[in-house]
T-cell receptor
Framework: AQKITQTQPGMFVQEKEAVTLDCTYD???????LFWYKQPSSGEMIFLIY??????QNATEGRYSLNFQKARKSANLVISASQLGDSAMYFC????????????FGAGTTVTVRA | GAGVSQSPSNKVTEKGKDVELRCDPI?????LYWYRQSLGQGLEFLIY????????KSGLPSDRFSAERTGGSVSTLTIQRTQQEDSAVYLC?????????????FGPGTRLLVL
């Protein structure tokens, strides 16, 4: 079984600044994927970034980067140059690289970007 | 291309009634997932389809819940004799099968309210 922990229920960030969202995980699987999703108030889950457990380099996608520290079992999301449209709930998730790849999610972090 | 679509977007029903929720995955995605998002339980896996088969139904909360998928495409989640605790957002996601296709893409969800 997998467990995902997001310890920050809510965060405020100033527009144009960077913000780091924490995520730690626990799994007995050797091979797995880590994901971050954004859920704005509209409710849709938007895929942001993916990191495979065997990827040596940290994933980056535009203003999003994933700080992957395998030994510490952490997969923090960094959003650079925050924009007002970044205000949303952010979920960390993982799936084992097995037949079903089903996702386990953390509780989420609400980010509010201030002008 | 078109993303995952779900219908209805909102559903209000009375306790004891049956409801059907529909998911239309991204074309070519053979894997399909249902998740439930509720205030008390966060995001939970319900069921996984590979093609028309459901090898993992472990997340279905009771025998009132069932799902099917036909033609390797559209899936229907049915809740019989709805209860108030079934009120939640039901999210569908799809994924390309194979090692390179781990990322699940979500639909906008169906918001179910049981009165």
């Amino acid at each position: 079984a997998q467990k995902i922990t997001q310890t920050q229920p809510g965060m405020f960030v100033q527009e144009k600044e960077a913000v780091t969202l924490d995520c730690t995980y626990d799994t007995s699987d050797q091979s797995y994927g880590l994901f971050w999703y954004k859920q704005p108030s509209s409710g849709e889950m938007i895929f942001l970034i993916y990191q495979g457990s065997y990827d040596e380099q940290n994933a980056t996608e535009g203003r999003y980067s994933l700080n992957f520290q395998k030994a510490r079992k952490s997969a923090n999301l960094v959003i650079s140059a925050s924009q007002l449209g970044d205000s949303a709930m952010y979920f960390c998730a993982m799936s084992p690289r097995s037949n079903d790849y089903k996702l386990s999610f953390g509780a989420g972090t609400t980010v509010t970007v201030r002008a | 291309g078109a993303g995952v679509s779900q219908s209805p977007s909102n559903k209000v029903t009375e306790k004891g009634k049956d409801v059907e929720l529909r998911c239309d995955p991204i074309s070519g995605h053979t894997a399909l997932y249902w998740y439930r998002q509720s205030l008390g339980q966060g995001l939970e896996f319900l069921i996984y389809f590979q093609g028309n088969s459901a090898p993992d139904k472990s997340g279905l909360p009771s025998d009132r819940f069932s799902a099917e998928r036909t033609g390797g495409s559209v899936s229907t989640l049915t809740i019989q004799r709805t209860q108030q605790e079934d009120s939640a957002v039901y999210l569908c996601a799809s994924r390309v099968s194979g090692g390179a296709g781990e990322t699940q893409y979500f639909g906008p969800g169906t918001r179910l309210l049981v009165l």
